[in-house]
């Protein structure tokens, strides 16, 4: 059983940064991808970003590309996504979560485990 502990939302205004991090309880990180999903009120959760650990690879939904930054500390057992130049649109909880590093790494269902969500909140 893999749990994760997300940390680090908050309320910020437009224009500002934030750090998600999120500490997964796993034995060998480097055989997981690992995501982060959103979920604005009304909406349906979404992609956001991932990492795989092997090779490194990150993806990225259009949205947040050139303004969200996914990484991670293999040794910490940790991925943190920086956000910068938020939006009040990116007000949402934000979701980790994890999956056996095979596959595609956007869609929802392929994820095994998910944290309890953080909320970020951008105000203009």
């Known amino acids: 059983q893999v749990q994760l502990v997300e940390s680090g939302g908050g309320l910020v205004q437009a224009g500002g940064s934030l750090r998600l991090s999120c500490a997964a309880s796993?034995?060998?990180?480097?055989?997981?991808?690992m995501g982060w999903f959103r979920q604005a009120p009304g909406k349906e959760r979404e992609f956001v970003a991932a990492?795989?650990?092997?090779?490194?690879?990150?993806n990225y939904a259009d949205s947040v590309k050139g303004r969200f930054t996914i990484s991670g500390a293999s040794a910490k057992n940790t991925v943190y996504l920086q956000m910068n130049s938020l939006k009040p649109e990116d007000t949402a909880v934000y979701y980790c979560?994890?999956?056996?590093?095979?596959?595609?790494?956007?869609?929802?269902?392929?994820?095994?485990?998910w944290g309890q969500g953080t909320q970020v909140t951008v105000s203009s």
């Open positions: 979560a994890a999956k056996r590093n095979i596959g595609g790494v956007t869609a929802l269902g392929a994820y095994d485990y």
């Open positions: 796993v034995r060998t990180f480097s055989t997981y991808a």
């Open positions: 990492i795989r650990w092997s090779g490194v690879t990150t």
